[in-house]
């Protein structure tokens, strides 16, 4: 291990001298890659410096003991020996973790897409609560929310909604919640008190920079339109809203949320940057999936992945057999365990991957 970790130390070495130079500095994409990859190596090599340190107190440790001339320090030598043996196995299963090479993707911001599915005006409204249940985790976590289209339902709720989210290492957190969501109880509409099931789906797409695709103008056809509100009655008689649509791929990106045209404009570039990049993106987890057959990331965006029943107070994640009794919780914003769970599972097959190298 201690090979490796020298490794980290001497390429964390190269990129803190490589980020200071001005060549670097004028190269946006590059300077971008190394800062990131500075920021994540620091966290390793101090992890490194401890390890060394509880190693050197070890051999330390057991000269003194050897030696044995000083029953005093041999007394304070076996204490700091016990100390440091007892230290390494939680460090070690720390740097195993942080040796994982790390999915680019998962410090990406992220546009998050919710649409209601089968079950009516039933599922407009879970549409709505899982938009409530995903802008409470995100406030709880810090990271900014920003709405850039939506269609609302007509007994409440969404029939469809678009929203970015931005913060620290977001897409690496959010990505487990793409899926089919699925939701039994007795719809506010249903006079004979019986239970529906209906689904939302949701999307997680990594929000792309300009440099990670490039869009030719000539493939993008723009349409601007009146933004509409609830009933379709008009928000501003102006053309301010933005329909894009990519002709080789028939992808279509539109934004409505701002009064600005040229407002609107750009975020539905940034949409169909992170549509273009998601499709690239899906042809690629489906392919290691296919390798390591996953049981979280798999790429199958059709796949149900967790059931939020009323009547029992349940929610289940059905890619790992969880089930948590606090649905209230939940779908107010409390899904941090069900993360942690995934993430777990995750980091557990990448290290049964990793394990022949260590």
């Known amino acids: 291990m201690i090979d490796k970790l020298n490794i980290v130390k001497q390429r964390f070495d190269e990129v803190s001298d490589l980020i200071i130079q001005p060549d670097i500095i004028s190269d946006q994409k590059r300077y971008v890659k190394l800062t990131k990859e500075y920021s994540d190596l620091k966290e390793l090599v101090g992890k490194r410096d401890q ?26 030598a076996k204490m700091q020996l016990e100390e440091a043996k007892q230290a390494i196995p939680g460090l070690e299963d720390e740097i195993k973790v942080l ?56 007994n409440g709720g969404y029939k469809e909604i678009q929203f970015e989210v931005t913060g620290k290492d977001v897409y690496g957190t959010l990505k487990f919640e ?55 009655q008009s928000v501003n008689t102006t053309y301010s809203a933005v329909r894009l649509t990519h002709i080789p791929t028939g992808l279509v990106a539109q934004c409505q949320d701002q009064k600005s045209q040229h407002k609107n404009k750009d975020k539905a570039f940034r949409v169909l940057r992170s549509r273009l990049y998601d499709l690239e993106l899906a042809k690629k987890q489906e392919e290691d999936a296919a390798k390591r057959n996953s049981q979280v990331s798999s790429g199958d965006r059709s796949a149900k992945i967790r059931t939020y029943n009323y009547s029992q107070g349940r929610v289940t994640d059905h890619r790992i057999g969880l089930t948590l009794y606090d649905l209230q919780n939940i779908i107010n914003g409390d899904i941090q365990k069900i993360v942690e769970e995934l993430r777990l599972v995750e980091n557990t097959e990448k290290l049964k991957e990793a394990s022949e190298t260590f």
């Open 99 to 154: 040796l994982i090479p790390k999915d680019p993707e998962d410090a990406k911001d992220v546009v998050m897409e919710i649409r209601a599915g089968t079950g009516g005006d039933e599922a407009s409204i879970f549409a709505g609560d899982l938009f409530r249940m995903y802008t409470k985790y995100c406030e709880s976590r810090g990271w900014k929310t920003n709405v850039i289209d939506l269609s609302e339902g007509t």
């Open 51 to 76: 390890y060394v340190s509880l190693m050197s107190n070890i051999e330390e440790a057991e000269e003194i003991i050897s030696d044995g001339s000083d029953a005093e320090m041999v007394e304070m």
């Open 178 to 232: 793409a899926g089919v969501h699925r939701v039994q109880r007795v719809p506010q509409t249903e006079t004979q008190g019986r239970v529906h099931t209906s689904a939302a789906t949701v999307m997680v797409l990594p929000e792309a920079e300009e440099f990670d695709v490039q869009i030719e103008m000539k493939d993008v056809r723009i349409d601007f339109f009146c933004s509409s509100g609830p009933g379709g």
